[in-house]
């Protein structure tokens, strides 16, 4: 069996000695932070579809999160499970107050696509620099570490694995279904892909595309708020937590197309699993020096998606696939 | 003798606003004149300070005769006796910083081009992040792999101004870096009023109308990140032999990627000298925040930093709701005059 490394969090010890490890802690691993990366990109991938702006404040919708389960934790002494529900509330209304004060009255005004960006850039660091008073002040009146901070232990546990390892899998899938059946049985979800269609014509059949835009945005923010209370139950919290995974969720989004829910879906996983057992498994043929290098991986897949398949993995339909195997068999 | 504070403020300010004027002249011409949003500004920033953090100290010791065994680990110990050999050696000092700065661009254009390569036929909006993710890549390397910058610790540069009198050192740099931040000035006016400029505009307006008149425009968007990237990295590498020392961490987005946007779109894209305006108020302002931070602290019940964020996140914000053409609105391009134009066709017709 290879030594276990555990990439991205060296304070996790598993349960060795007696205990027989009946799943590999790698595949939990990518499993638990696949999941959290979908949660992430999905929201991602909604706000593009909707508004065509790749919003560079995503990552910092999860951060806020964080300091919601790390508030509920250490200050109100509660589980942070219990503090989802505030944790995708308060998160929403920031990602909805985004759009609705700064990027509403931009598009409004004809702004070049450039400045829609900067503005989510701005945003960014506006938030980041709240955050980190608040994290400030939270230390200051209630003597709480808020910087680097471990919430590990408060998971629960199951079956001799960590909370996490169910309950991510089982909000992606809850995500995923609800969306499913918003989009394709109900008359809101069809207005939203009218609107992600045509946005202009869907205004003239009379659907508020502005309603649908600002849902989009609400949703978006909350699973990233959801996803960063998860994430702290997993690896030590810090303002920066979100904005350092941003390269993750945009190769995430863009693996599964970025205009396609389900792409999200694929891409978060595909991004997690590749982040978390091509780290383990390259370290363990040319050595743990390449652990660091990480984040790098993100890149790559970047590079590689736009390289080949631009409009993502959800694009390449049966025809370009029967073309590849045709320009194949013909080459040999 | 010591200079008085505020001289010393002064002299600091001037230098700063060069290495951004550079930077920030950079970016103007990717995105104010080529309309390329180039979210990792960052990055070829930080390719020029490496390349400043790893090569003059090297080359100096090498021509000295300093034996070098690990130049990281004895990093003070051989920058010390470089510095030391070069207080008598002047030519040898500038011979070596000038290797360093073509170094340093040809390092950033080359970042800049493999960087963009992935997306240079994709809308702005993938070219933006995949720049933006690319640039999160350099820091990772230059964190985790000492011998390039020292990873965590950081290395020393050599003094390149070693030569000069120690009370005149910092005055000096200024006033050199000031030089080549206008030398960069002036071939940035030169270039966008040249038809290469007036190809950049037509294509930021139109890529449809300009690639039907035939302009290659995958082709010239690549051109332009490769100059803008290396007119990064020279003001990175300029940043990292004026300051001394360069460490990995130093170089986030924030401080790279963002503030020189601050300034772009505060002075007014598509106006050079808006711009040097734009980077003339931003540093200043950003100067006089750090140099009054001490009186702010016990006021406050968390550190002034983030403040400083929130507040810059917000100025920015308003000046692109309300004066998105920033301080210095674009200008008509400058076109020679009819009677000029005939003139010369006088001139060629009679010889």
Same mark, same amino acid.
């Given at each position: 069996?290879?030594?276990?490394?555990?990439?991205?969090?060296?304070?996790?010890?598993?349960?060795?000695?007696?205990?027989?490890?009946?799943?590999?802690?790698?595949?939990?691993?990518? =499993?638990?932070?696949?999941? /959290?990366?979908?949660?992430?990109?999905?929201?991602?991938?909604?706000?593009?579809?909707?508004?065509?702006?790749? +919003?560079?404040?995503?990552?910092?919708?999860?951060?806020?999160?964080?300091?919601?389960?790390?508030?509920?934790?250490?200050?109100? +002494?509660?589980?942070?499970?219990?503090? /989802?529900?505030?944790?995708?509330?308060?998160?929403?209304?920031?990602?909805?107050?985004? *759009?609705?004060?700064?990027?509403?009255?931009?598009?409004?005004?004809?702004?070049?696509?450039?400045?829609?960006?900067?503005?989510?850039?701005?945003?960014?660091?506006?938030?980041?620099?709240?955050? !980190?008073?608040?994290?400030?002040?939270?230390?200051?009146?209630?003597?709480?570490?808020?910087? *680097?901070?471990?919430?590990?232990?408060?998971?629960?546990?199951?079956?001799?694995?960590?909370?996490?390892?169910?309950?991510?899998?089982?909000?992606?899938?809850?995500?995923?279904?609800? =969306?499913?059946?918003?989009?394709?049985?109900?008359?809101?979800?069809?207005?939203?892909?009218?609107?992600?269609? +045509?946005?202009?014509?869907?205004?003239?059949?009379?659907? !508020?595309? !502005?309603?649908?835009?600002?849902?989009?945005?609400?949703?978006?923010? #909350?699973? #990233?708020?959801?996803?960063?209370?998860?994430?702290?139950?997993?690896?030590?919290? !810090?303002?920066?937590?979100?904005?350092?995974?941003?390269?993750?969720?945009?190769?995430?989004?863009?693996?599964?197309?970025?205009? +396609?829910?389900?792409?999200?879906?694929? #891409?978060?996983?595909?991004?997690?699993?590749?982040?978390?057992?091509?780290?383990?498994?390259?370290?363990?043929?040319?050595?743990?020096?390449?652990?660091?290098?990480?984040?790098? =991986?993100?890149?790559?897949?970047?590079? =590689?998606? /736009?390289? /080949?398949?631009?409009?993502?993995?959800?694009?390449?339909?049966?025809?370009?696939?029967?073309?590849?195997?045709?320009?194949?068999?013909?080459?040999? | 003798?010591?200079?008085?504070?505020?001289?010393?403020?002064?002299?600091?300010?001037?230098?700063?606003? &060069?290495?951004?004027?550079?930077?920030?002249?950079?970016?103007?011409?990717?995105? %104010?004149?080529?309309?390329? @949003?180039?979210?990792?500004?960052?990055?070829?920033?930080?390719?020029?300070?490496?390349?400043?953090?790893?090569?003059?100290?090297?080359?100096?010791?090498?021509?000295?005769?300093?034996?070098?065994?690990?130049?990281?680990?004895?990093?003070?110990?051989?920058?010390?006796?470089?510095?030391? %050999?070069?207080?008598?050696?002047?030519?040898?000092?500038?011979?070596?910083?000038?290797?360093?700065?073509?170094?340093?661009?040809?390092?950033?254009?080359?970042?800049?081009?493999?960087?963009?390569?992935?997306?240079?036929?994709?809308?702005?909006?993938?070219?933006?992040?995949?720049?933006?993710?690319?640039?999160?890549?350099?820091?990772?390397?230059?964190?985790?792999?000492?011998?390039?910058?020292?990873?965590?610790?950081?290395?020393?540069?050599?003094?390149?101004?070693?030569?000069?009198?120690?009370?005149?050192?910092? @005055?000096?740099?200024?006033?050199?870096?000031?030089?080549?931040?206008?030398?960069?000035?002036?071939?940035?006016?030169?270039?966008?009023?040249?038809?290469?400029?007036?190809?950049?505009?037509?294509?930021?307006?139109?890529?449809?109308?300009?690639?039907?008149?035939?302009?290659?425009?995958?082709?010239?968007?690549?051109?332009?990140?490769?100059?803008?990237?290396?007119?990064? &990295?020279? %003001?990175?590498?300029?940043?990292?032999?004026? &300051?001394? %020392?360069?460490?990995?961490? &130093?170089?986030?987005?924030?401080?790279?990627? $963002?503030?020189?946007?601050?300034?772009?779109?505060?002075?007014?894209?598509?106006?050079?000298?808006?711009?040097?305006?734009?980077?003339?108020?931003?540093?200043? $302002?950003?100067?006089?925040?750090?140099?009054?931070?001490?009186?702010?602290?016990?006021?406050?019940?968390?550190?002034?930093?983030?403040?400083?964020?929130?507040?810059?996140?917000?100025?920015?914000?308003?000046?692109?709701?309300?004066?998105?053409?920033?301080?210095?609105?674009?200008?008509?391009?400058?076109?020679?005059?009819?009677?000029?134009?005939?003139?010369?066709?006088?001139?060629?017709?009679?010889?």
């Amino acid at each position: 069996m290879p030594p276990f490394i555990s990439p991205t969090d060296a304070l996790y010890c598993p349960t060795f000695g007696g205990v027989v490890e009946l799943l590999d802690p790698l595949f939990r691993d990518a =499993i638990i932070y696949g999941g /959290l990366l979908t949660l992430l990109s999905t929201g991602l991938t909604l706000t593009y579809m909707t508004t065509k702006v790749p +919003n560079f404040a995503h990552g910092t919708f999860a951060t806020v999160g964080t300091y919601v389960s790390l508030t509920a934790a250490r200050v109100w +002494n509660q589980s942070p499970y219990l503090l /989802l529900p505030l944790s995708f509330f308060l998160s929403a209304l920031i990602a909805l107050a985004l *759009y609705i004060i700064i990027l509403r009255p931009l598009i409004r005004r004809r702004s070049s696509f450039a400045f829609l960006m900067v503005a989510t850039l701005a945003f960014d660091l506006l938030l980041l620099g709240m955050l !980190n008073v608040y994290a400030d002040l939270l230390s200051r009146a209630f003597k709480v570490t808020s910087r *680097y901070f471990v919430l590990r232990f408060e998971d629960f546990r199951f079956a001799d694995q960590p909370g996490l390892f169910y309950v991510t899998p089982i909000a992606v899938l809850a995500t995923i279904v609800a =969306i499913h059946i918003a989009l394709t049985r109900t008359k809101f979800g069809v207005a939203m892909r009218a609107t992600v269609e +045509n946005p202009a014509l869907s205004g003239v059949v009379g659907i !508020n595309v !502005n309603l649908v835009y600002a849902v989009s945005w609400f949703i978006a923010g #909350g699973l #990233g708020g959801v996803s960063g209370s998860l994430l702290t139950l997993w690896i030590a919290g !810090n303002p920066d937590v979100g904005p350092s995974m941003l390269p993750s969720i945009f190769a995430s989004s863009i693996v599964g197309g970025f205009l +396609n829910i389900y792409g999200a879906v694929l #891409g978060g996983y595909l991004v997690g699993i590749a982040e978390i057992l091509g780290t383990s498994y390259f370290a363990h043929w040319v050595g743990s020096f390449v652990i660091a290098y990480r984040p790098l =991986i993100p890149l790559f897949i970047i590079g =590689i998606t /736009l390289l /080949l398949a631009p409009a993502g993995l959800t694009a390449i339909g049966k025809h370009s696939l029967a073309r590849l195997v045709r320009r194949l068999v013909a080459s040999k | 003798m010591s200079l008085p504070s505020e001289l010393i403020f002064i002299i600091d300010l001037i230098a700063l606003y &060069a290495v951004y004027l550079i930077i920030s002249i950079s970016l103007n011409l990717e995105y %104010g004149y080529a309309g390329i @949003p180039n979210f990792g500004k960052m990055l070829a920033v930080a390719g020029g300070a490496f390349v400043a953090g790893s090569l003059p100290g090297r080359l100096a010791a090498y021509s000295l005769g300093i034996p070098v065994e690990d130049y990281v680990r004895d990093n003070v110990i051989i920058v010390t006796q470089v510095n030391v %050999g070069l207080r008598n050696n002047a030519s040898l000092a500038m011979l070596i910083s000038l290797a360093t700065l073509v170094a340093a661009a040809g390092v950033g254009g080359a970042l800049g081009f493999v960087a963009s390569y992935p997306a240079r036929r994709l809308r702005e909006d993938y070219l933006a992040i995949t720049l933006l993710a690319m640039a999160e890549g350099i820091r990772v390397i230059g964190y985790n792999y000492p011998p390039l910058v020292g990873g965590t610790l950081g290395v020393q540069v050599a003094d390149m101004l070693a030569w000069v009198i120690p009370e005149f050192r910092y @005055p000096v740099a200024s006033v050199l870096l000031f030089a080549i931040a206008t030398i960069v000035l002036i071939y940035m006016h030169l270039t966008v009023n040249s038809p290469l400029g007036r190809t950049l505009r037509a294509i930021r307006d139109s890529e449809i109308a300009a690639a039907t008149l035939g302009k290659d425009i995958v082709r010239m968007r690549m051109q332009v990140l490769v100059i803008g990237s290396a007119l990064g &990295a020279l %003001g990175g590498a300029l940043y990292g032999l004026y &300051a001394g %020392g360069v460490i990995a961490t &130093a170089y986030d987005r924030v401080s790279w990627t $963002f503030w020189p946007w601050v300034m772009v779109v505060l002075g007014g894209a598509a106006n050079n000298i808006g711009v040097a305006m734009g980077t003339l108020v931003f540093v200043t $302002f950003r100067k006089l925040i750090t140099f009054y931070k001490g009186v702010l602290t016990p006021y406050l019940p968390f550190d002034v930093v983030w403040l400083d964020l929130i507040l810059l996140g917000i100025v920015l914000i308003l000046v692109l709701m309300y004066r998105p053409q920033g301080l210095l609105p674009e200008k008509p391009i400058f076109t020679i005059s009819r009677d000029e134009i005939q003139k010369m066709a006088k001139a060629r017709a009679a010889t």
